[in-house]
């Protein structure tokens, strides 16, 4: 029986029909190539092409945004223009954008945009710029530059108030400092409510933030030292105290017999004796102005009837002839125990303190000697620091 597979059929199964032998011509020819898939309904949808759009924007502007933010990094944190070192002022209310653009003006940094949003991003939350003046170092980056002014370490600037100024002498101070700012008030504040001390601030600051930081530091001074004062002290009041503490501090400049000076005026007026001194005298020839250096102390100025003058008064002045420092007030609050009643100079700066007439004549020849020796002493010129102030050969008034 024949085979009933013609030849050139494919083996049952292959699912394929009879090979259909072909021309060499028609070999040659490409076969057609299937044409692709129609697309879907679904697939031409602008909704879709719209989302296609949508995406590829949004992978380009995080693109942009990635280099746009490694650009900003990279040039707030590149060396600035700045050639040399430079100060650089905040005035408090200043905000960011002004700061910047005036960083910029001064040739401190490039770009001013770059420098607020760059800013804006490091400072943490409740972090600002600080009023003040700064030092910029030369070259100082963009960061470099928030750095210094968010740490508010500006250039601090001082003035220096010694102890015995008057409130005059030191509101004149005040009134010269080239770097304070603003008009001091009109109404001068009360003789020796100003703290004597060395007052540091920064550019911008106002005379009068001056002046109340000065009357705050006093007030509280006084209060604390009053408290521990000597129990046994004559002195009732703490506006006398105050006026006891200046005299002792015009008669000394030596801080170690401030307590001693004191103790003379303490016994004096436990004794009822007048207190002689001379930087009363001159508060009460010449006010808060000061004597002029030129002018030396007459016998005469003895006589001179002032509210000040404890050669003529008994007791304490009215006011305060200076604002004492802690030393004089110290030494008032808690005055040595002796029984000392003069004190005369003994030409080393310093004092020699007797507790009788006798001794204390003594003591005033021997300087009147020193002073002849120097030839600085003629005529009728009193010597300052000489409790008595008269003729030291005549008991002073009071005794």
Known sequence: MSNTNNI??????????????????????PERVPEPPRRSKKARSQIVIFLNFVMTMIVAICLIGVAGFYYMIRSYQAPGPLETNTHFLVRAGNGLT????????????????????????YLRKGETLKAGEYDIKARASMKDVMETLESGKSILYSVVLPEGLTVRQMMLRLAEDPVLEGDLPAEQPSEGSLRPDTYKFSRGTKRSEILSQMRAAQLKMIDQIWE??????????KE????LASIVEKETGKEDERAHVASVFINRIQKGMRLQSDPT????????EGKPSDRPIYKSDLA??????TYQIKGLPPTPIANPGRAALEAVANPWRTGDLYF?????GGHVFAATLEEHNANVRRWRRVESER??????????GQPDGEDAEKPPKGN
Request: hydrophobic content about 35%; overall charge negative.
């Open 240 to 243: 006398d105290f105050l006026v």
């Open 281 to 288: 005298i001159v508060y009460g020839l010449f006010g808060g």
């Open 304 to 309: 001179k009837q002032t509210p000040y003058n």
């Open 375 to 384: 030839a600085a002493g003629a005529g009728n010129e009193v010597v300052d």
């Open 98 to 121: 002004e700061i910047s653009a005036n960083l910029e003006r001064n040739g401190i940094i490039t770009d001013a945009r770059l420098f607020r949003y760059a800013t804006a991003t």
């Open 228 to 237: 521990k004062r000597d129990p046994d002290l004559p002195i009732k009041t």
């Open 344 to 348: 005369v100079a003994d030409g080393t």
């Open 8 to 29: 050139g059929d494919h083996p049952p199964g292959s699912g394929r029909g009879p090979i259909i032998p072909k021309s060499p011509n028609e070999a040659l020819k």
